[in-house]
């Protein structure tokens, strides 16, 4: 049996994490996303835009590190409330250049380019460089990557799950927490393996999923995973297709398109944030089972509908916990042939 040893294999490498990594030798230089950042120490002020950084850093034991977080889909973890409690939210979406400037950064942790980036909706890279501040761009929303096409970027190669990863190693490479960083992935790396083998014995060889985010609108397209991002990442690490093929990070595409697709399961985003009519989980349930053409299909009628966490959807560290909850949704099902 080779997935126990590899537990074993991980959980090793987490408990002597401690014993092997080095410190970090300042001045540390970093490339990230086409930028070359260099930090002379440990930052001491940092602001989080995105739900996913922040979490990182959470679990890295780096809360006293931040003073400004921002861009929320979901409540904080349970685990991270004292943390979070004590940090002031700049904003729920994306705040302001001047907000995040004024708390005085050595460093601004960014998840999603089109907030810092060429047509930043908070500022471009440029800006706050000027300003001595390091933006630091998730990997994995900027490598193989073009976030000028579609309105969340198209995928120009599959994401990389090493690419989250790699993040991890990074922030706390800056931070001077590597012990914490290995630690980190080796648990994560322990339950994406749990949640492959959940469903080993399963025949998924004609399941298929769509994933719904959103909606700007329940009266127009939905915003649904394209097939090269992190949902379909977890669509096909399990064994699932997932039924849209554009390249398009979140495209959006008609629900007779949908229908005509019939995928065996839907999966729908849950979010606290309340920007879209659509964001309300509840009301993705109401339209799927009242309109007609969603109520028909099959994944409707059978009852085949996943709730996730927006955050689960995202390169984040719940997007483990979303592989678990999938693997074991799917589990459930008694599924057509």
Same mark, same amino acid.
């Given at each position: 049996?080779?997935?126990?040893?590899?537990?074993?294999?991980?959980?090793?490498?987490?408990?002597?994490?401690?014993?092997?990594?080095?410190?970090?030798?300042?001045?540390?230089?970093?490339?990230?996303?086409?930028?070359?950042?260099?930090?002379?120490?440990?930052?001491?002020?940092?602001?989080?835009?995105?739900?996913?950084?922040?979490?990182?850093?959470?679990?890295?034991?780096?809360?006293?590190?931040?003073?400004?977080?921002?861009?929320?889909?979901?409540?904080?973890?349970?685990?991270?409330? /004292? +943390?979070?409690?004590?940090?002031?939210?700049? *904003?729920?979406?994306?705040? !302001?250049?001047?907000? %995040?400037? $004024? &708390?005085?950064?050595?460093?601004?942790?960014?998840?999603?380019?089109?907030?810092?980036?060429?047509?930043?909706?908070?500022?471009?890279?440029?800006?706050?460089?000027?300003?001595?501040?390091?933006?630091?761009?998730?990997?994995?929303?900027?490598?193989?990557?073009?976030?000028?096409?579609?309105?969340?970027?198209?995928?120009?190669?599959?994401?990389?799950?090493?690419?989250?990863?790699?993040?991890?190693?990074?922030?706390?490479?800056?931070?001077?927490?590597?012990?914490? /960083? +290995?630690?980190?992935?080796?648990?994560?790396? *322990?339950?994406?393996?749990? !949640?492959?083998?959940? %469903?080993? $014995? &399963?025949?998924?060889?004609?399941?298929?999923?769509?994933?719904?985010?959103?909606?700007?609108?329940?009266?127009?397209?939905?915003?649904?995973?394209?097939?090269?991002?992190?949902?379909?990442?977890?669509?096909?690490?399990?064994?699932?297709?997932?039924?849209?093929?554009?390249?398009?990070?979140?495209?959006?595409?008609?629900?007779?398109?949908?229908?005509?697709?019939?995928?065996?399961?839907?999966?729908?985003?849950?979010?606290?944030?309340?920007?879209?009519?659509?964001?309300?989980?509840?009301?993705?349930?109401?339209?799927?089972?009242?309109?007609?053409?969603?109520?028909?299909?099959?994944?409707? &009628?059978?009852?085949?509908?996943?709730?996730?966490?927006?955050?689960?959807?995202?390169?984040?560290?719940?997007?483990?916990?979303?592989?678990?909850?999938?693997?074991?949704?799917?589990?459930?099902?008694?599924?057509?042939?």
């Amino acid at each position: 049996m080779l997935l126990p040893r590899f537990f074993a294999l991980v959980t090793g490498l987490g408990l002597s994490a401690l014993a092997c990594a080095s410190p970090t030798h300042y001045p540390l230089t970093i490339e990230n996303c086409g930028s070359t950042l260099t930090f002379t120490h440990a930052p001491v002020r940092a602001v989080t835009i995105g739900q996913a950084g922040t979490e990182m850093l959470y679990a890295l034991g780096l809360g006293d590190k931040l003073v400004g977080t921002s861009l929320w889909f979901n409540d904080v973890l349970g685990k991270y409330k /004292g +943390q979070n409690d004590r940090i002031e939210r700049l *904003a729920d979406n994306e705040p !302001s250049f001047e907000s %995040v400037i $004024g &708390k005085r950064p050595e460093l601004v942790a960014v998840e999603l380019e089109w907030m810092v980036g060429p047509q930043g909706a908070v500022a471009t890279r440029e800006q706050f460089h000027e300003l001595q501040i390091p933006t630091y761009l998730m990997p994995s929303d900027c490598e193989s990557k073009d976030n000028l096409v579609g309105a969340d970027g198209t995928r120009l190669q599959p994401f990389r799950i090493d690419s989250l990863y790699k993040s991890i190693t990074q922030l706390a490479e800056i931070f001077d927490v590597q012990a914490r /960083g +290995q630690q980190l992935n080796a648990q994560l790396q *322990a339950s994406l393996a749990k !949640s492959i083998a959940a %469903v080993q $014995g &399963k025949d998924l060889t004609h399941t298929s999923a769509l994933v719904w985010f959103s909606s700007a609108s329940l009266d127009i397209d939905p915003y649904v995973a394209g097939h090269k991002g992190i949902p379909d990442f977890m669509l096909g690490t399990l064994g699932v297709r997932n039924v849209v093929q554009s390249d398009e990070e979140w495209p959006t595409v008609g629900w007779e398109t949908i229908a005509k697709a019939n995928p065996t399961f839907l999966v729908i985003a849950r979010m606290d944030r309340r920007r879209f009519p659509a964001d309300d989980y509840q009301r993705k349930l109401q339209f799927l089972r009242s309109d007609p053409v969603t109520r028909n299909m099959d994944a409707v &009628k059978n009852n085949r509908i996943i709730i996730l966490d927006a955050m689960a959807m995202q390169a984040s560290l719940r997007m483990f916990d979303g592989l678990e909850s999938l693997a074991t949704a799917i589990n459930r099902y008694d599924l057509p042939k």
